[in-house]
């Protein structure tokens, strides 16, 4: 396995890019790139040149987090405004406006199946699931405080939610606190099911296996990526390598490799067999807020694609092999 870059657009916006996600084709459009950024925009871009389709304005403060609904032609945008905006890709009209509290907006994620949206509620430690048909809050997964624990503003902040992933089959959903800890929940039943340990730092980044369910894979402020048995409630897996924090992970569509992005200015590519990276990519010359592979299908697409997005400004392609 191995990644080659392929190109980069420097200067993609007018201050540091934090997010970065693909929209997935469909028979209008091939798939497409979105980023966010601290310049208050998200902007549409080509992934065969990196040429830019359209700029989104709506948003009065940084941009947190994108998402790309599953069928291409919906997106999502949320930034410390505590809005989210959702719009039609093809045409940048708005579709909802989504309002939360103060720093309770941060990662979003549309479920598998794109009938509900996740947030990662920040201080609220929860994430709040708000349904695409009529974008209405349906449900808040509430992540528990230990017994004996009286509410104070200390253990809220503990248990800040920054980052959110659904499992493939949309039934669990996960989520990475300011603490190290993760916890899963079940969506229909609204249920808490288990915290996950081994991070002892910020988890910024959760995904999914996507070819094994059980299997999360972890990114956090303490270096290391981990992968965890959801079932088993077990970390199986501690990779260390990057010298700094690690901010974002991916799986790769086959579920051979993981990438990551870090504040040590590098992309890696890890192989999970051999416990380790293989790879360093050092084309950013600033921390790397995002790394997502292209998903699968669409197009005219002969090969699998990585984003990368950093405080540099500038979006990176690679193509992994």
């Known amino acids: 396995m191995k990644l080659a870059w392929l190109r980069t657009q420097d200067g993609a916006h007018g201050d ?3 997010t970065t996600t693909w929209v997935p084709g469909n028979e209008e459009s091939p798939a497409l790139l979105l980023t966010g950024s601290l310049d208050e925009t998200v902007k549409l871009w ?4 990196l040429s830019l389709i359209r700029t989104n304005s709506g948003h009065c403060l940084g941009v947190v987090s994108v998402a790309a609904h599953p069928s291409g032609r919906i997106a999502a945008s ?3 405004d505590s809005f989210v905006r959702v719009f039609d890709v093809q045409s940048n009209n708005t579709i909802a406006t989504l309002e939360a509290s103060p720093s309770e907006v941060w990662q979003l994620k549309f479920n598998p199946q794109g009938t509900v949206l996740a947030v990662a509620g920040g201080g609220s430690a929860s994430v709040k699931l708000w349904n695409t048909s009529e974008w209405k809050l349906v449900g808040t997964l509430s992540i528990p405080r230990p017994e004996g624990v009286k509410h104070s503003e200390k253990s809220g902040t503990k248990k800040f939610v920054l980052s959110v992933a659904w499992s493939p089959d949309g039934r669990q959903l ?3 606190s300011m603490d190290g800890t993760i916890s899963v929940f079940d ?8 915290h996950l340990e081994g991070h002892c730092m910020p988890v910024r980044s959760l995904v999914y296996s996507p070819i094994d369910s059980r299997v999360l894979v972890s990114a956090s402020d303490d270096g290391h990526v981990n992968m965890y048995d959801v079932e088993g409630k077990t970390l199986f897996v501690s990779m260390s390598g990057h010298s700094s924090w690690v901010l974002s992970v991916d799986v790769s569509p086959d579920g051979a490799a993981i990438a990551t992005g870090s504040s040590d200015k590098t992309v890696r590519l890890w192989d999970p067999k051999m416990r380790a990276a293989v790879q360093s990519m050092t084309n950013h010359t600033d921390q790397v807020w995002g790394v997502m592979f292209r998903p699968p299908g669409g197009p005219g697409v ?5 984003a990368s997005v950093s405080d540099d400004k500038s979006i990176s ?3 992994y092999s």
């Open 187 to 194: 969506v229909a039943r609204s249920k808490f099911l288990h």
């Open 174 to 176: 996960a989520c990475g």
């Open 317 to 319: 392609l690679y193509e």
């Open 16 to 18: 540091s890019v934090w």
């Open 46 to 49: 080509n992934p065969e040149d």
């Open 78 to 80: 949320a930034s410390i």
């Open 302 to 306: 002969r090969t699998v694609q990585l």
